[in-house]
C-alpha cells in the first residue's frame, strides 16, 4: 500500500518551488485559504447549537506567509453569514508579495482587522473558533513579545483552535517546541497541514499540540514529487504482507527465544519479556537469569527459567537487558550475547553497559546479525554522549544517528517512536497513548520484539511492526476502558495477541 509520507522542511519548501513554476505568485495562498475556510466552517457546524447562534471567529495572522494564509482564510470566510475579526501582528505594508495580497483583498471585504501589539493585553473578545496563521514551518527562535502574551491568552480559552499548516511554535521537522523550555507553541485541537504532512507533528511534542491532523494536498499530485524520507506507519502496512500460519507446523517453526536478564531483585522484568513473546507466538521461550533462578513461572509454566551464565546463547534467538543490571557477570553476559550467531534485540541495562564501554561499542558495530536497540531518550542520550533535552529536540536525527554508529535497527522511544534502519526511510509510530508511561512496557515491547525476530521476520520490519502493536494494544485496551490512568505492562501480551489474531 502507500505509504503516509512525512515531509522535511527542505522537502515542503522544494514541492513548493517546483509547484510554484508553473502557477501565478499567490495560486498555493488562495488554495490553502480556501481549504482552511471549509475546515473552519465544518468545526463551526460542530459546534454546540447554543454557541452556534453567536459564532465569532477570531484569526490569528503573523508577519509571514503563514499570515497570508490566515488573511486569505478571513477573506474566504467573509463571503459568509460567520463574524469575522482578524489579529495581525506586525506592518501588513511588510508581509511578503503574496501574503499582502491576502491582506488586500481582506481589507476590500471589508474584513474586520486588526494590528496587535506588545501593548495589547486582552482579547478583543471570546471567541467561538480560533485560526491559528502566526507562525507556520519556518519559524527558527522562540516566540516571544507580543507573539508570545498572544498565545497565552489562546491557551487560556476554551473553545476549538484550527492551525494553519503547524501549531505555531511547534518545529514541524522535530516536534519539539522551538526553542525548548524557553519557547512555547499553541495548543490546537485540529491542524490542517499543508500539501503534505510533517513529522514533528506525530512525534515529541507534536501529538500534544497538534490535535487532529488532516493533509490539504492543495490540488497538487504528491506522487509527481521526490519521495519523503519518513512515514508514518499503519495497520496496513504491518499486516498487508503478514504470512498466515501453516497447518503442517511445530512449536520449533516458530523458532527458539532467549529472555537475558533478571539481577538478584530484577526477575519481573525478564518474565515480562519472555510473557510477551509467548503471546506474540514464538514457539519456545526460556527466560534466562543473571541472579536467582526460579523454579518455573507460575502463572506461566510453559516458560522455562534457566540460569543465563550456563545456557547455550548460540541457537537461539536473543533479548538482553530486561532487568540486567550493569555488574561485572551482566557484562560477560552482554559479550555472550553480542558474540552469539542469531538475531539479538539489546534493551535497558545493556544499553547503559553499551554506553560506557567502547569494547562493547566495537562488537556491536562489527555484528554481522540483526540487531535491534531500543532506547528511550536517557538510554540514547547515553549511548551518543548527548543530554536527554538534545535528543528529544532531534529525535530523528538521533535515530537515524544510532542506527549509522552501531550497524543496528533503533527504535528511539517516546510519543511518536521511530523506527530508524540503515538507508531505510524512518518510520513514525501512530500509535500508542500515555499508558504506556508505566514501568515494564518497555520489557514488553523488547520481548515482542525478540519473538517476531524468531519467527524470521526481517529486523526491520519486525521493529516496525512491534512499535505499532505495543501502541495499538494500549490503544485497544483504553477503548475498552482500562486506562491510560492504571495501565500495566503485564495487561499488553494479551491485548497484543488479540491484535495478531484478528488481523
Known amino acids: 500500500m502507500p505509504l503516509h509520507s512525512l515531509y522535511s522542511l527542505s522537502e515542503i519548501r522544494a514541492i513548493e518551488q517546483t509547484a510554484g513554476a508553473d502557477l501565478p505568485l499567490d495560486a498555493l495562498m488562495q488554495r490553502a485559504g480556501q481549504a482552511c475556510a471549509e475546515t473552519a466552517m465544518t468545526l463551526c457546524a460542530e459546534l454546540p447549537s447554543d454557541a452556534q447562534q453567536a459564532q465569532r471567529i477570531l484569526i490569528l495572522a503573523g508577519p509571514g506567509n503563514n499570515g497570508g494564509d490566515a488573511l486569505e482564510t478571513a477573506y474566504r470566510l467573509k463571503k459568509s453569514s460567520l463574524a469575522i475579526t482578524v489579529l495581525l501582528l506586525g506592518d501588513p505594508l511588510k508581509l511578503p508579495a503574496a501574503a499582502q495580497a491576502a491582506w488586500q483583498r481582506a481589507s476590500d471585504a471589508s474584513v474586520e482587522i486588526v494590528q496587535w501589539t506588545d501593548l495589547d493585553t486582552q482579547l478583543p473578545f471570546i471567541p467561538s473558533l480560533v485560526i491559528d496563521g502566526l507562525f507556520g514551518i519556518g519559524l527558527s527562535r522562540p516566540l516571544e513579545g507580543a507573539a508570545r502574551a498572544l498565545i497565552v491568552l489562546i491557551d487560556q480559552l476554551h473553545c476549538p483552535v484550527l492551525a494553519i499548516d503547524v501549531p505555531s511554535g511547534l518545529d514541524a521537522d522535530t516536534g519539539s517546541v522551538v526553542g525548548g523550555k524557553a519557547g512555547c507553541a499553541l495548543r490546537a485541537t485540529r491542524t490542517l497541514t499543508m500539501l503534505g504532512d510533517k513529522p514533528g507533528l506525530h512525534t515529541g511534542d507534536g501529538p500534544d499540540y497538534c490535535g487532529h491532523i488532516e493533509v490539504a494536498a492543495l490540488g497538487l499530485d504528491m506522487q509527481q514529487f521526490p519521495a519523503a524520507q519518513a512515514y508514518l506507519t499503519s495497520k496496513e502496512i504491518i499486516f498487508d504482507h503478514w504470512p498466515a500460519r501453516r497447518r503442517n507446523s511445530h512449536k520449533g517453526s516458530y523458532g527458539d527465544l532467549i529472555v537475558v536478564g533478571g539481577a538478584d531483585g530484577m526477575s519481573g522484568a525478564p518474565l515480562l519479556a519472555a510473557r510477551s513473546a509467548l503471546y506474540a507466538g514464538a514457539g519456545r521461550v526460556f527466560a534466562a537469569f543473571a541472579g536467582a533462578v526460579p523454579a518455573f513461572d507460575p502463572g506461566h509454566p510453559e516458560l522455562m527459567c534457566r540460569d543465563a551464565h550456563t545456557l547455550d546463547f548460540s541457537t537461539a534467538t536473543l533479548v538482553i537487558g530486561t532487568g540486567l543490571g550493569t555488574s561485572r557477570h551482566a557484562a560477560d553476559l552482554l ?104 514501568a515494564g512496557t518497555g520489557d514488553v515491547l523488547a520481548g515482542l520484539c525478540g519473538a517476531l525476530l524468531a519467527q524470521h521476520m526481517e529486523a526491520h520490519a519486525a521493529a516496525v511492526a512491534a512499535v505499532w502493536l505495543h501502541g495499538a494494544a494500549a490503544d485497544a485496551l483504553v477503548a475498552q476502558g482500562i486506562g491510560p490512568v492504571g495501565l500495566t505492562a503485564s495487561e499488553l501480551p494479551v491485548a497484543i495477541r488479540r491484535l495478531l489474531n484478528e488481523r
Open 335 to 438: 559479550v555472550r550475547a553480542l558474540h552469539a550467531p542469531g538475531a539479538l534485540v539489546i534493551d535497558a541495562d545493556a544499553l547503559n553497559l553499551i554506553s560506557g564501554e567502547p569494547g562493547l561499542q566495537h562488537i556491536l558495530s562489527n555484528r554481522r546479525s540483526a540487531t535491534i536497540l531500543t532506547p528511550h531518550p536517557l538510554e540514547a542520550a547515553r549511548l551518543l554522549g548527548w543530554t536527554a533535552a538534545e535528543i528529544q529536540s532531534k529525535r530523528l536525527h538521533a535515530a537515524r544517528l544510532l542506527t549509522q554508529r552501531f550497524n543496528a535497527v533503533v527504535i528511539l522511544k517516546g510519543a511518536g517512536t521511530v523506527i530508524a534502519a540503515g538507508k531505510e526511510a524512518l518510520a513514525i509510530n501512530s500509535t500508542g497513548n500515555p499508558g504506556l508511561a508505566t
